[in-house]
């Protein structure tokens, strides 16, 4: 049966992927599950929180800095990437969204190539080719149009009318630094505009109409949520676990489960609710069992980017009234690392169309 989370006005239905409401139906309550032979589920808020706690993160289970075809990828390196991609997004929140931009059309893809081009501006088409979601589908063709680009002739020079991002592919010296330049490209922008258009989308879908009174941020905690931008988060075997519960074998890797611990009914009133106004009391770095951006250990260092870029767009939306097609009942959730309903319909009020 599809998950009931629904907006009392719009009577939407979110649809999981059968392996994610199985997880719902099967394990919502528990704190450990044995999902495989070696693999434990973990949705206890506070057994997530120790385990978590127990060790950092190796850098393969670092989702955007794992090792990029096969060069490891040092801290001190993503630390400066991320400085980097920041500030081509500091410099596009300096520019307000024109009064006319049209973002009615199926998001989260609309969102996705509006976001494409506030923040990368005139970068490359090598470049920003890179953020297509048609990439997502096999990574073998995401480094065959990586090793064409690094390929190709007359490379633009350094300079500012570049982002800072494409900046590092501009000075690349030889081709084998130029195709790892284009991966990190892509390792530092897609994630921000695949991310914050399916966190709109997520918010849209679940809450909108919105009231006037009801702030961004309370909107898009609350979507984050119900639908969590990682659905789980691997640790792989390692001694420490077994010491913080005897469960776990020496030999299992541990998920946690956001989706489940975001659900349990022993930490959020009317869990399946959509109630942004929870967040009016709620600290979002201070509430247990809530990590949509990884554990207070170790946040995602991009969360201080995805927020206010995820609240210009929904004030834009909000301010020009759009709103979700009324004919459109249900929205399907896929099983893919970044979890978000896979197509919604926005368009003015009066004109959108029913799905």
């Given at each position: 049966m599809p998950s009931a989370i629904q907006q009392p006005t719009a009577r939407r239905t979110t649809v999981f992927a059968p392996r994610l409401q199985?997880?719902?139906?099967?394990?919502?309550?528990?704190?450990?599950?044995?999902?495989e032979p070696d693999t434990i589920g973990v949705a206890g808020a506070e057994l997530s929180d120790r385990i978590l706690a127990a060790r950092r993160a190796t850098e393969t289970e670092r989702p955007t800095f794992k090792p990029l075809h096969g060069r490891s990828?040092?801290?001190?390196?993503?630390?400066?990437?991320?400085?980097?991609?920041g500030q081509d997004i500091r410099e596009a929140l300096t520019r307000p969204i024109p009064e006319r931009t049209d973002l009615s059309g199926p998001w989260p893809a609309t969102g996705h190539m509006f976001l494409?081009?506030?923040?990368?501006r005139d970068d490359p088409y090598r470049l920003r080719v890179l953020m297509s979601r048609k990439l997502e589908i096999d990574p073998k063709v995401t480094w065959a149009t990586i090793g064409v680009g690094a390929?190709?002739?007359?490379?633009?020079?350094?300079?500012?009318?570049l982002t800072h991002t494409a900046n590092l592919f501009a000075e690349a010296k030889g081709y084998h630094d130029r195709r790892y330049a284009m991966g990190i490209y892509r390792r530092l922008a897609a994630p921000v505009c695949f991310t914050i258009s399916t966190l709109v989308a997520n918010a849209l879908w679940l809450g909108s109409p919105f009231d006037d009174s009801v702030p961004n941020r309370g909107i898009l905690y609350e979507a984050m949520r119900l639908l969590p931008p990682s659905w789980n988060l691997l640790r792989n075997r390692s001694p420490e676990y077994p010491a913080v519960d005897s469960r776990i074998g020496p030999g299992d890797d541990v998920?946690?489960?956001?989706?489940?611990?975001?659900?349990?009914?022993a930490l959020?009133?009317?869990?399946?609710?959509?109630?942004?106004?929870?967040?009016?009391?709620?600290?979002?770095?201070?509430t247990p069992g809530y990590m949509p951006f990884g554990h207070a250990s170790?946040?995602?260092?991009?969360?201080?980017?995805?927020?206010?870029?995820?609240?210009?767009?929904l004030d834009h939306i909000r301010r020009t009234g759009l709103v979700v097609a009324p004919g459109q009942r249900t929205?399907?959730?896929?099983?893919?690392?970044?979890?978000?309903?896979?197509?919604?319909?926005?368009?003015?009020?009066?004109?959108?169309?029913?799905?």
């Open positions: 199985a997880l719902i139906d099967d394990h919502l309550g528990k704190d450990l599950v044995r999902l990828i040092p801290k001190s390196e993503a630390s400066a990437g991320i400085r980097t991609i494409r081009d506030m923040i990368l390929a190709l002739p007359r490379r633009p020079a350094p300079g500012p009318h998920l946690m489960l956001p989706l489940l611990t975001h659900r349990d009914p959020w009133a009317a869990p399946e609710e959509f109630r942004p106004e929870r967040w009016d009391t709620l600290d979002p770095d201070g170790e946040r995602c260092w991009g969360r201080h980017m995805v927020m206010p870029l995820a609240e210009l767009l929205a399907e959730v896929p099983l893919l690392g970044l979890l978000g309903v896979k197509e919604i319909h926005l368009g003015p009020r009066s004109k959108v169309r029913h799905v």
